[in-house]
């Protein structure tokens, strides 16, 4: 086995305690806020903001380090209709007939439906796309490795920066989403993960009366 090159962290900072408790503090008052969002205005976003967010999901861990995730940044209004009809057909066979009762009931807290007005009103839609597999330079295909856990956290990692940015998120699946790859051209090792609108929430944006489980609900400490 050929050894590793090494190089000194140094990208690394450490705070004093109480620095730390008002980081976390912060860092947490900022998520709480967070809501997913389906009514979005049409007010345009700077898209520096989003590519220094996509630069921060890009650098999320992976496994070996393969980065098995491709980000397609949908702006272009005609294309934005195309994947709100495609979307739209697939979620009105979901809700008529193909879902089963008790994921519809499921879902009654969130008052979704078939409509997807926000696939068309967000400024920008971010395509995610997870790599089952890759190239390497010479264009053989290479493995990648915990495909799921690492888009994941890249995705994580771009809500987070997003609403640390200021702008809301959705984190929307219509299923199946095949049609997504066929609408951007994607190559056959690419398979849809996930649809993001990014946008300003609409002026009059409601959301649904949901909470959230307690820490110690979702904590053990051993
Ligand atoms: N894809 C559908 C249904 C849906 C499924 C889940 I799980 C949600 O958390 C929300 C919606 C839709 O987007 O409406």
Redesign the pocket.
């Known amino acids: 086995m050929a050894r590793p090159k090494l190089t000194p962290l140094s990208g690394y900072r450490e705070y004093p305690p109480d620095e730390m408790r008002r980081r976390a503090g912060r860092f947490l008052d900022e998520m709480l806020r967070r809501r997913s969002v389906r009514e979005f205005s049409d007010r345009a976003v700077p898209e520096e903001v989003l590519r220094d967010c996509l630069e921060a999901a890009a650098s999320a861990p992976s496994g070996a380090n393969r980065q098995p995730w491709h980000f397609v940044v949908v702006r272009d209004p005609e294309v934005k209709r195309r994947i709100r009809e495609a979307a739209e057909r697939e979620?009105r066979d979901?809700?008529h007939g193909r879902?089963p009762n008790d994921?519809l009931e499921?879902?009654e807290p969130?008052g979704?439906?078939?409509h997807?007005p926000f696939l068309e009103t967000a400024p920008f839609l971010i395509a995610v796309f997870a790599q089952v597999y890759g190239f390497d330079g010479d264009g053989e295909k290479i493995k990648h490795y915990y495909v799921n856990e690492s888009v994941g956290i890249a995705v994580g990692f771009l809500l987070a920066a997003l609403q640390e940015a200021g702008l809301a998120t959705l984190t929307?699946?219509?299923?199946p989403m095949r049609f997504l790859s066929e609408l951007l051209g994607r190559p056959r090792n690419e398979r849809p993960f996930l649809l993001i609108p990014v946008g300003y929430p609409a002026a009059d944006a409601r959301v649904p009366e949901i909470d959230k489980k307690s820490l110690a609900e979702v904590t053990t400490f051993v």
Request: aromatic content about 18%; charged content about 25%.
């Open positions: 979620e979901f809700y879902a994921w499921a879902l969130l979704t439906d078939e997807k929307h699946t219509p299923a």
